[in-house]
């Protein structure tokens, strides 16, 4: 088999530990070095000037948990770092150690037999981090918003009977009063505010419970979860804006997309990039992030097959934009998704409007162009008498003569 890079090395990584084989070709003989280097910032320059030395040109490694993360890091710039997936270059069965691993890894390299897995650019790395850490203090926030309906519940105040945001300003407040001691029913729901004032009498019933001081002290604990997550937000945010500026054009763009807002433009660009030559198609890219049908196709039947595991982050936020499309009016991703959905359900349609999203979102960053919507009747015009005939015999159908004038 021809050798592709004649001197590269595969790497081990472990938590502690990292095993590296470096590879030589020498006219036809093989030469092979193996050496453990441990995971501090030492070690790993160590491991850096070893290569450097014997004038490495790749290096490949496994995408181990996060523990590749530091060595990507560091050996990226100097190097063409190529990191894999561990699922495709699984070992040969019975031959399982690091130095056997590290090897088998090399060898694999030297041939060009490792597919990269996609890497964005150190800016976007960023710029992810942030979005992914965003998203898990929403999610966190909306678990301690349960527990407070929870615990009303728990204390019969049914506040959510009559208030659709307990946590608005009016529940709020009446909340905090509680916290503080107070638990007339009639005094708390002068409490509100809008478009709850005439609604006092019907509070005041929701508020007539059994809140105790155990319910108060946690109730208290609660909110000031609450109102640290949602200071831990704004700052997240506030930090999102500034690493995103070099980006504010595409994340811009983006947002011309229906049912594509601020923040799901900007985790679009922090999971895919504004790179969009790192997928040779806008399909490549679909396949990529696992928004696309299964393949599952034996003795010449097709079957239903799942879309497989993705990226999640990218994954969520395709439906949400999904979603709020499908609500959307006067579109061709709504048109789409009531298509879809008369004939293969909501979910699928969800699913089929989300890698939609994925591919305009594919061609408008590589063509640098905003979003043009083929309009809700695109759909209609695309075949206008395949469906006159369908209207014409499902009238006929239901006993109505219809009769055909042609006006020229």
Known sequence: ?????????????????????LRL??????????????????ELLRLHEWLSQ?????????????YWKPVFNLLEGSFEVVLANAYHIKAVPGRKTDVKDCEWIADLVAHGLIRASFIPPLAIRELRDLTRHRKSLVRDRVKATNRVHKLLETANIKLANVVSDV????????????????????????LARGSLVPKVKPLAEALCGRFTSHHAFLLGQML????????LIARCDVRILEVAKPFEPEIQRLQ?????GRRSAEVLVSEIGVDMSQFSTAGHLASWARICPGNYESAGKRRNASTGTGNNWLRTVLLECAWAAAHSRKSYL??????????????????????????????????????????ADYFDRINTAK??????????????????LTHF
Not at 5 to 21: F, L, N, Q, T
Not at 224 to 231: S, V
Not at 336 to 364: D, E, N, W
């Open 1 to 21: 088999m021809e050798v592709i890079h004649p001197r590269c090395c595969g790497v081990d990584i472990h938590k502690e530990s990292v095993v590296a084989c």
């Open 25 to 42: 070709h020498q006219g036809r003989r093989v030469k092979t070095e193996v050496q453990r280097f441990g995971t501090t910032t030492a």
């Open 54 to 66: 014997a004038g490495c040109t790749h290096v490949a490694m496994e995408s181990t948990s996060v």
């Open 167 to 190: 946590l608005g300003v009016s529940g709020r407040a009446m909340l905090d009063a509680l916290v503080a001691g107070e638990t007339d029913p009639e005094h708390l729901a002068t």
């Open 224 to 231: 000031t979860q609450l109102d640290q997550l949602a200071g």
């Open 256 to 260: 011309t997309i229906v049912g594509v």
């Open 334 to 375: 709504s048109a789409q998704f009531r298509r879809i959905s008369q004939r293969r359900g909501s979910k699928r349609a969800g699913i089929a409007v989300a890698h939609s999203i994925l591919i305009i979102a594919y061609h408008m960053l590589r063509n640098g162009v905003d979003f043009h919507d083929l309009g």
């Open 387 to 404: 469906l006159k005939r369908y209207h014409l015999r499902r009238l006929a159908e239901l006993g109505c003569d219809v009769s055909v």
